[in-house]
């Protein structure tokens, strides 16, 4: 997403805190290269989404993650050891970072920066916040490999955030031979239901796009995702920083729909919905699923569906990878500094492992 339009729209909206109820942190811009993008300054909030919140990110919304463990004693171990760290990480003052690239969604997508513009924005931001460290969240092991590579030799340090499932449309006939995703495809084109394309999604869809995301991540997941508004989906209907696909019934009400958010090859899924109350014979998730599929190899793009569903993800093709978030402390004091680079070094060493164990 580069439109300076669909920015400066994102960019307003949340500076008058009407998109998404449980994110506090200030969202300004940052001209790179010629195009805009969001920055959110971070702020300490005791309900901020975990999306501008690596405390509550890598604590609360793991302590939540750690009820889908199926592991017993790795569920009681993980949780216990949450407990033991959170007081360190409240330390680290994580929640004051400056996130690059922000735009509210799961899953930050990054232009092709150079070394040198890298360089630059950093000397930059620094500058311009001396006390708060910088944040590049989610970066992708595959698709964003140079950049890592780039963020490492100038000092940033890694940190594993999750195990995500990815389709590269280059390789679709092979995972579209599996069994399972032929199947999807065949309920995909016999299904009753009204199939709804981005031109078809319009500002009366916003309530219960709302509702439907409502339920499903927050009600029924966790209080730590986004609260995304009624005001955000007409937002991003409207200004087309995000497109949507979903599913009507015979009354033309909508019953699901999933949202992909797409820059340089890449498409991801940070937001979806459906009516969970609806008989499960309807297969409402493995139609989105089935969808995006669909739409990666006629638009061409690597599919990163994220984590969560691995089972479901991987007999369907998804190939693992690793999770990266990047920070960069070197210009914070030096004992702030050095428990950082301590932590990034501790998580590297331990963490990777146990969500690869947990991803199986």
């Keep these: 997403m580069n439109d300076d339009r669909a920015v400066n729209a994102w960019i307003s ?21 010629d195009a805009t993008l969001p920055l959110a300054i971070g702020r300490v909030e005791e309900n901020q989404t975990y999306l501008a919140s690596p405390q509550h990110g890598f604590i609360d919304y793991a302590r939540d993650e750690c009820d889908q463990l199926s592991d017993a004693s790795a569920q009681r171990w993980a949780k216990f050891g949450l407990s033991l760290v959170e007081p360190w990480f409240r330390a680290l003052r994580l929640d004051e970072s400056v996130s690059i690239n922000a735009w509210g969604v799961s899953t930050h997508l990054y232009p092709s920066w150079s070394e040198n513009t890298l360089m630059q924005l950093r000397e930059r931001l620094v500058v311009e916040h001396p006390k708060r460290a910088l944040w ?111 599913f009507a019934d015979e009354q033309g009400r909508l019953i699901a729909f999933i949202g992909v958010f797409a820059q340089d090859g890449v498409m991801t899924t940070p937001m979806l919905g459906y009516d969970t109350s609806l008989p499960t014979e309807l297969a409402l998730y493995r139609l989105l699923m089935a969808r995006v599929l669909r739409q990666s190899i006629e638009q061409q793009h690597y599919l990163n ?43 590297k060493r331990y963490v990777p492992s146990f969500l690869a164990r947990q991803a199986v």
């Design 136 to 246: 590049l969240r989610t970066l992708h092991e595959g698709y964003d490999a140079p950049l890592i590579e780039v963020a490492q030799r100038q000092g940033w340090q890694l940190w594993p955030s999750r195990v995500v499932y990815g389709f590269d449309w280059k390789t679709s006939s092979q995972w579209m031979k599996q069994r399972n995703n032929q199947i999807d495809q065949k309920l995909l084109q016999k299904t009753t239901l009204t199939p709804l394309f981005p031109q078809d999604f319009n500002a009366s869809h916003a309530p219960a796009m709302a509702q439907l995301y409502q339920q499903l991540y927050v009600d029924k997941h966790s209080r730590w995702n986004a609260h995304y508004t009624p005001a955000y989906f007409q937002h991003a209907i409207e200004h087309q920083w995000l497109s949507f696909y979903g």
């Design 13 to 33: 909206g949340m500076q008058q805190q009407a998109l998404i109820a449980n994110w506090y942190a200030d969202v300004q811009s940052v001209v790179v290269n």
């Design 305 to 347: 569906l994220g984590a969560g569903s691995a089972n479901f993800k991987r007999m369907r093709g998804g190939v693992a990878h690793m999770e990266w978030h990047a920070f960069y402390a070197h210009h914070l004091p030096k004992r702030q500094s050095l428990a950082m680079k301590i932590t990034a070094k501790l998580m």
